[in-house]
């Protein structure tokens, strides 16, 4: 089964994107924090990061940054009412999910950076 990580303070976002994948053969872990985004990425298979732009203890740009130094690092998509997908990309994300959270762009969203994870972290 793939499993992904979603890190955001909000629970609603959380939610939501759990809720997206209901049903789906995609396993959703989750983080409130940088901290604990580091903690999951150490403990789970997850091969792809939804990051929210806005965290408590850090970023999305530390996400990448950290995610650099893993072998075969996880695809890092960025939930963003603010950033353009341009932007998001030329930074070094996979991809931008726009807030709010809609259930089959997050699953197309999330699908398209699955494909495109090493096929051993998959």
């Not at 298979?45 to 690092?73: N, T, Y």
């Not at 998001?88 to 807030?99: E, H, M, Q, T």
Request: charged share 20%; proline share 6%; with cysteine.
């Amino acid at each position: 089964m793939t499993e992904i990580l979603v890190v955001s303070s909000s629970q609603a976002v959380r939610d939501a994107v759990a809720k997206a994948f209901t049903g789906n053969e995609i396993a959703v872990a989750t983080a409130a924090s940088y901290r604990e985004a580091m903690a999951a990425v150490a403990r789970t298979s997850a091969c792809v990061i939804l990051c929210d732009d806005s965290l408590p203890d850090g970023s999305w740009k530390d996400l990448l940054s950290h995610m650099a130094m893993v072998p075969e690092p996880p695809q890092v998509v960025v939930i963003s009412s603010d950033l353009s997908a341009a932007e998001a990309v030329r930074l070094g994300a996979s991809d931008l999910l726009a807030k709010p959270i809609d259930a089959p762009e997050t699953r197309r969203i999330t699908e398209s950076a699955v494909r495109h994870t090493a096929p051993v972290r998959a």
